[in-house]
């Protein structure tokens, strides 16, 4: 399949599940969390990369291999997905509550592999989430140190177990 057919059914679909009545009231069309791969052998989660959704980027963004993410299509739109979800908290985040707390028992989890932490009230809810899946090994990387630094005070230094 050519990438032009990739990006078409992979758009229609975002656009018929997401376009008129919003992802509050329709199941995702793409996966929230991607499982392991050849490459990775952990699930994670992903936002779209930029300025807006990485604050504490630099002139890493001149070179970010993220956006290279961007040419495969169901790739693409579970950032888009996750962005949305991420910056609307009045309801979307249900689908994304569900997903992480339906992870395998055991696994590892890594979140960000593109984009990172855009304010400190989702550090705070990845936070809450992690700290209530104990069996999970939570790792990330990260260069929002300002909204780190500042939910750090919010709890008082104390960070889940299972999160590195």
């Given at each position: 399949?050519?990438?032009?057919?990739?990006?078409?059914?992979?758009?229609?679909?975002?656009?018929?599940?997401?376009?008129?009545?919003?992802?509050?009231?329709?199941?995702?069309?793409?996966?929230?969390?991607?499982?392991?791969?050849?490459?990775?052998?952990?699930?994670?989660?992903?936002?779209?990369?930029?300025?807006?959704?990485?604050?504490?980027?630099?002139?890493?963004?001149?070179?970010?291999?993220?956006?290279?993410?961007?040419?495969?299509?169901?790739?693409f739109f579970r950032q888009v997905l996750n962005t949305v979800m991420i910056r609307h908290r009045d309801g979307p985040?249900?689908?994304?509550?569900?997903?992480?707390?339906?992870?395998?028992?055991?696994?590892?989890?890594?979140?960000?592999?593109?984009?990172?932490?855009?304010?400190?009230?989702?550090?705070?809810?990845?936070?809450?989430?992690?700290?209530?899946?104990?069996?999970?090994?939570?790792?990330?990387?990260?260069?929002?140190?300002?909204?780190?630094?500042?939910?750090?005070?919010?709890?008082?230094?104390?960070?889940?177990?299972?999160?590195v």
């Amino acid at each position: 399949m050519t990438w032009n057919v990739q990006y078409a059914k992979a758009r229609l679909t975002f656009r018929r599940t997401v376009g008129t009545k919003g992802i509050t009231h329709n199941p995702p069309p793409h996966q929230i969390m991607s499982p392991d791969n050849t490459k990775l052998n952990f699930w994670n989660f992903s936002t779209l990369p930029g300025e807006k959704n990485c604050p504490g980027a630099g002139q890493c963004l001149e070179i970010c291999f993220s956006f290279k993410a961007q040419r495969y299509p169901d790739a693409f739109f579970r950032q888009v997905l996750n962005t949305v979800m991420i910056r609307h908290r009045d309801g979307p985040l249900s689908h994304l509550t569900n997903a992480f707390l339906s992870l395998p028992y055991g696994s590892r989890f890594r979140l960000y592999c593109d984009g990172d932490f855009d304010s400190v009230e989702t550090v705070m809810y990845w936070m809450s989430l992690i700290g209530r899946r104990k069996d999970l090994d939570t790792f990330c990387y990260s260069k929002s140190w300002l909204e780190l630094l500042a939910a750090d005070e919010l709890m008082k230094g104390q960070w889940p177990d299972n999160f590195v």
